[in-house]
């Protein structure tokens, strides 16, 4: 190796041969060293510089331990920041702890600590600088830019770079304050709200549902056609917009398989970037709010999903501090960088009460929706808190989906607005089509929960106790505002309730007289007046006008049940719920037994 020239180590720099970027180490374990013992000290630097301008990662972590230790109002200690790294399982990254021990006994005056921030400034802005020029090389000699995109790099590097520029004044605190004139020259009521809706840029909501709800199912679809500038929940397109969703729930398998059905796929995925199962820190403490704004500026994002929000704290779900501190250390600085965010939430026991947990976790989000399923793909989307009161409170959804055997059909899952009230009949399981049902089958409206039961089991129809108890309420109000109506000259009930087994207290069980109401059901004892034939009923407008014949009830084709008169008279042959082009219906016909 004679022949070869060897380079000094002055020119190796300055000829650009360094092997590492440019940075202060020196400068990085003294500051350290500070702030392991002096909380003014991890302040006074916070003030220079952020958790970006630390390059060993071993400090890094340090700076982030020690900010969410201060940030608690815990002491400070070598000792007690070494616990917090083990309790984080990341003892190896500070070689298991001896590192901290060394920085701590090079102990450095609290004074001097901002003298030694300012150099690690400089140096970041240096790397900055390089990593700059690096990539802008790369994309000309790979010739995947142009002269735009270059241009568009330099402009996104200088206005950083203004923005993280600091001096003796405390422009960090300074930037927050209005300037009154252009302040009141915003139209502020101009604000177009996001697609679907639901919030508007900048906003922080909740959604809130049971287990069996399908909260994911919704917001993942809405946000997915969000990124790729589709419409959503008949609302208009829109350009796409970059977001990141954060997901602690969900496996891949099921992310494929959700994404496949809504329409994604390679290329169909827009602007959306997807965080499954993240390690970052919980986001009520300092770390992991640093932790989730470097992934959102990494991705470029304007709006994240917390997928469930349950998931990514460490304090108790029931405690206040918990989510005062959630917003202090993320939902704050999310919303000063104008960055929109939806939380996922689980429904308490009591559905009555919103989500489960303190009633601090609603205070700071600007809209709280509430999912419900009501069976059959039909779906309730309610708006029950708002501090802006802008856009619409209510939606009445309906969740179509086809499968093509085991697997869910590609483009074949969506949701979509109930364009008429009445047509939630015709959706299974839904309370309209219960009561439509038990209507149908003769079941009288003053009929309590036994009597409903009975008659649900009868029809094969799965109902639990709280869907049993709004569907008799709903029937009893009816039958409550018919009996109000009736003329005064009239018996609003001119013969005895009769339901199927069911017989008259003054009759005999096994005596079918010739006085018989109803199948199974006597006339009553001897001397009881038969019950005259009921002339076909006539409908007409309540004010004197001819009525008509009542519609002839034509059956569904594919459940054999009766369709609604006005459904069928615009032509339709199924319930829209059974209809294979818009809704979940039965594998094969399930005609009534004869």
């Known amino acids: 190796m004679e022949n070869v020239r060897h380079l000094p180590h002055d020119d190796q720099a300055d000829h650009g041969y360094a092997r590492t970027a440019p940075h202060d180490a020196e400068a990085e374990n003294l500051v350290a060293g500070v702030i392991l013992h002096d909380a003014p000290a991890y302040l006074e630097c916070a003030q220079i510089i ?42 190896r990254e500070v070689e298991g702890g001896n590192l901290i021990f060394t920085l701590g006994a090079d102990y450095l005056s609290p004074s001097m600590a901002s003298h030694f921030a300012e150099q690690i400034r400089d140096k970041a802005r240096l790397r900055r600088h390089q990593e700059h020029a690096v990539a802008v090389q790369a994309q000309i000699l790979t010739g995947t830019a142009d002269a735009d995109h270059l241009d568009e790099l330099a402009v996104k590097h200088a206005e950083y770079e203004n923005s993280r520029t600091t001096t003796s004044s405390p422009t960090h605190l300074t930037g927050a304050l209005l300037d009154w004139d252009p302040f009141f020259g915003i139209d502020f009521g101009q604000v177009e709200l996001l697609p679907g809706r639901l919030m508007a840029p900048g906003q922080q909501i909740t959604v809130v549902g049971d287990g069996k709800a399908g909260k994911s199912l919704l917001v993942q679809e809405w946000l997915w056609r969000m990124a790729t500038g589709q419409s959503f929940l008949g609302d208009r397109p829109q350009a796409p917009i970059p977001l990141l969703y954060v997901d602690a729930e969900n496996g891949h398998q099921d992310i494929q398989e959700r994404f496949t059905s809504y329409g994604g796929g390679p290329g169909r995925m827009g602007l959306m970037s997807y965080a499954s199962f993240p390690p970052i820190r919980p986001l009520d403490t300092a770390g992991g709010g640093q932790d989730l704004l470097a992934l959102i500026r990494e991705c470029e994002a304007q709006l994240v999903c917390l997928d469930t929000v349950s998931r990514f704290i460490s304090g108790p779900e029931n405690d206040a501090d918990t989510w005062l501190s959630l917003y202090r250390h993320t939902l704050l600085p999310l919303k000063r960088a104008g960055i929109a965010s939806v939380r996922l939430d689980h429904m308490g026991k009591d559905g009555e009460r919103g989500a489960r947990g303190s009633s601090a976790k609603t205070q700071d989000v600007d809209h709280v929706w509430e999912l419900r399923a009501n069976g059959g793909g039909s779906l309730t989307l309610k708006r029950t808190h708002t501090r802006t009161g802008i856009g619409p409170e209510h939606f009445s959804l309906l969740r179509q989906a086809r499968r093509d055997g085991d697997r869910w059909m590609p483009g074949g899952t969506r949701h979509v607005v109930m364009q008429y009230e009445h047509l939630e009949q015709n959706v299974p399981g839904s309370d309209e089509h219960i009561i439509s049902r038990l209507d149908g089958h003769g079941v009288p409206l003053t009929a309590g929960n036994r009597v409903v039961k009975a008659a649900l089991m009868e029809l094969q129809i799965p109902a639990g106790s709280d869907k049993v108890a709004r569907v008799v309420k709903a029937r009893q109000n009816r039958a409550n505002s018919d009996v109000a109506n009736v003329p005064p000259q009239r018996s609003p009930d001119p013969f005895p309730e009769t339901f199927p087994g069911n017989v008259p207290r003054n009759a005999s069980q096994e005596h079918n007289g010739a006085g018989q109401t109803f199948p199974g059901n006597t006339g009553g004892t001897s001397g009881t007046p038969t019950v005259p034939p009921s002339p076909p009923s006539r409908e007409g407008d309540g004010e004197g006008t001819p009525g008509t014949q009542r519609h002839h009830k034509t059956p569904c084709t594919v459940c054999g049940t009766p369709i609604a008169p006005d459904w069928a008279a615009r032509g339709y042959d199924t319930h829209l719920g059974c209809d294979p082009r818009t809704g979940s219906h039965p594998d094969r016909p399930q005609h009534p037994a004869a």
């Open 50 to 91: 952020t958790r970006d301008d630390i390059y060993q990662p071993a400090v890094r972590l340090i700076w982030d331990i020690v900010g969410g230790l201060i940030a608690e109002g815990k002491a400070l200690h070598p000792v007690t920041v070494r616990a917090e790294i083990e309790k984080a399982g990341r003892l």
